[in-house]
């Protein structure tokens, strides 16, 4: 809400010299963001001129120019004073001659845009100022001619300030409302806040107008289909004003406040209706009587309807939309926006004035239906005092009459909205509990009167029976009046105190570890990322479910199924994901356009699991949002809400090691993809069972998949491996499609499912004081068997002497026949009560070559 100083000062008293930075900080203390401050960033010598002479003079570019001779007076100057100066001026509008009064911009003046002004030679004279438009001083968009003043009733002197004449001095600042404040989108409602802040006194606009009594227009209220039980319209004022001009000028005082105030000027009728709007906050319409057939219905809109709007969109109404209807049909979408074939024109004479009180929730669903906001649906739906709407038909009557050249009808109507006080039972005793500071009874009492309540002792102790003004509908709990407690007495009172936690609280074991997770992999090198959970049909097929890898004998990966969104943000990504993997590809592939090639990416997220059967809960079946739903119902939403077990996955690209003097650059392979995902495995004290996998998204032959040791159950029996992810190069030809350089590796882990199965207590190994025994082993096996499954056997077989094991070759070549291949293995024992001899060592790793024989055929090569 946007509200000139001079507006506000009409009904608040203001301190002289006061600041839009000092009513901001006012108004910041009764709760009230402060947002900008609003000017017309006019300054330097804008003065009032007469033209004593325009001379037409048409030019090789077809343009046709006056040259003026202008008389103007330095401001506070006249010419009786010796002030008077004429200068030459070229001006290219041609709606002015001599002895008219216009505003004229000297040199040294800057207009808005930072447009300074000065002496200049343009169509061979020298032009000393300039003769300004509305649109050049931000008064509106009219520029094909400049600002006459006669034209606009005014007769100043030679010399006035034009800025203080035109009301360009002013200043508007800017406020957020919250949607519970309906009646501060209006400046008799910051009027009133302001009082509230700083205790100024206060002068309700609404009742100085006196309204003059109006009967014989015929309305009807026929609402057939209420919504929640509440009629749509419960008020209707009407009033109606003959003889206008409506082509006469909008005043300059008005047209400046409206502009301050974020509203376009336009035309009388529709200038006056909206001052008088952002004046009192009631929306009002005009429509032209002579268009009118009959009198006016307020219904529901009928199945197919149509109405065509100012906006001249043809609009295919709904039948929960209120329309207001004469006999001809619809003419208005009711509190939204009005109808084109009954609008105000230039030709207007007579006009029938609307004030009305329609219901928030059918005008805010109206308006979100046909994608329409507007001034009026913005405070509808956000309730408006419904006491004010005779005061606001009055109020802009008198205006048509003053400034229009109107007369005042007896005709109207005046259908006033009941209106039922909401009485609270306030404790006195809660309010120093809920807010936490100490609040004495009386100023508790005061506080709530301040803001126009009625106040009156209850029948319990310390009890207050408080009903609320017709302008504040958002008071209807303790809380709420509790609340304005807090802010009329003062937010500072609030003490400032750090809460203690309860005692045995903290993380669960889960954050725990995910945050162990986290810092170990960033630690690592690894940068963390988030992306946006929407996804497209193209990225679910291409990169399928995430960890858990398809069917190695599957043919052809079958369609991955997703939760679609019923209003995406982008069509393009209707679907939540189901792997991580798309978000860090279109990371890295937007880095990689800004020229950052080398990446080590990861990313900590849930993914969506698809419903099935009667666990899916359609948008058809989501309750209103006007009522609080069932205890079922709620049961029903919980029950709905898709698994989302949290992920890890990353993403590296480029070089690992870059290029340096004596040594080579390395490119990130699908070993380091391995080492990431054992990294986060390992924070977690999960251990990763490593194997040949494959993956829709990943290199065949370059994937491996993840597993670990499900805990043995209650028989004693081993549970088995459980697949948690995958790791390995993307297909050349997704990296290529993302335009990524070279070769990409990546990983995903289900990581809520490998820290259910990490150990409670993880397993630390004993120290040993003794020394180790080092031994290596290379066996002979058939190329297809997998080497992590050669070292598995070798290390069970090894038995508890052996403390240490891993590859350091995979030979294939001269002396080892075709179809085989040379494993070597590097072993090390070690006991914890000896020094292990050399034979015990090569005995065990013996016993590790048999288990290797019997599961694989393996032999030590020759």
Known sequence: MRVPLSWLGEFATLPEGVTPEQVHADLVRVGFEEESIRRFDVTGPVVVGEVISAEPEEHSNGKTINWCQVRVAAPGALAADGGEDVRGIVCGAHNFGPGDKVVVSLPGAVL?????????????????????????LSLGDEHDGIIVLGALGLDPEIGTDAKALLGLSDTAVEINVTPDRGYAFSVRGVAREYSHSTGAAFADPARAVTVTPASGF?????????????DGATGFIT?????????????????????LAGVRALSLPVDIS???????????????????TGGITVRR???????????????????????????????????????????????????????????????????????LPSEASKRFERGVDPLVAAAAAQRMVDLLVSLAGGTADTLGSDIVAPWEPVTVMLPLARVNGLMGADYTDEESRAALETIGCTVADGAADRELVVTAPSWRSDLTRPADLIEEIARIVGYDRIPSVLPVAPAGRGLTREQRLRRRAANTITAAGLNEVQSYPFVSRAQLEAFGAGAEAPAADAAEPAAVDAIRLANPLDGQTPFLRRSLLPGLVTAAQRSVSRGITDLALVEFGSVFEPMTGDAELGTETVPPLGERPSEETLAALNASIP?????????????????????AAREYDWADALDAAREVAQSVSAELVVTQGTHRAFHPGRTAELAVRVTRDADGEDGGLEVVGVAGELLPELVAAHHLPGRAVAFELNLERIIELAPRVPETAQLSTYPAATQDLTLVVAVDVPAGDVLAVVTAGAGELL????????????????????????????????????????????????????????????
């Open 643 to 663: 698994a989302q077990p949290r992920r890890a996955a990353g993403l590296l690209l480029g070089d690992v090691i870059a290029k340096q003097p004596g040594e």
């Open 239 to 259: 009033r109606v004003v003959r003889g206008i001009d409506a082509t006469r000028p909008t005043p300059a005082w008005m047209v400046a406040r409206l502009q």
């Open 274 to 292: 909206n001052y008088v709007m952002m004046e009192l906050g009631q929306p009002l319409h005009s429509y032209d009587l002579a268009k009118l």
């Open 803 to 862: 403390e240490e094991a891993h590859i350091v070759d995979d030979y294939r070549g001269q002396g080892v026949e075709e179809g085989q291949k040379a494993l070597t293995f590097a072993l090390l024992f070690r006991a914890n009560d000896r020094t292990l001899k050399a034979e015990e060592a090569s005995e065990a790793k013996l016993a590790g070559v048999a288990a290797a024989e019997m599961a694989f055929g393996a032999h030590l090569r020759d």
């Open 218 to 230: 015929p309305v009807a209220l026929a609402d057939e289909a209420p919504i929640r039980g509440r």
């Open 301 to 371: 809109a009928a199945a197919g309807e149509t109405l065509l709007t100012l906006d001249e969109q043809e609009r295919t109404l709904h039948a929960e939309d209120l329309v207001i209807a004469d006999e001809s049909g619809a003419i208005g979408l009711a509190g939204v926006m009005g109808g084109e074939s009954t609008k105000t024109t230039d030709d207007t004479t007579d006009i029938l004035i609307e004030a009305a009180t329609f219901d928030p929730v059918s005008i805010a669903r109206t308006s979100r239906r046909h994608k």
């Open 112 to 136: 808005p845009g930072g447009f300074e002004i000065s002496a200049r030679k343009t169509y061979g004279h020298v032009s000393d100022g300039m003769i300004a438009s509305a649109r050049e």
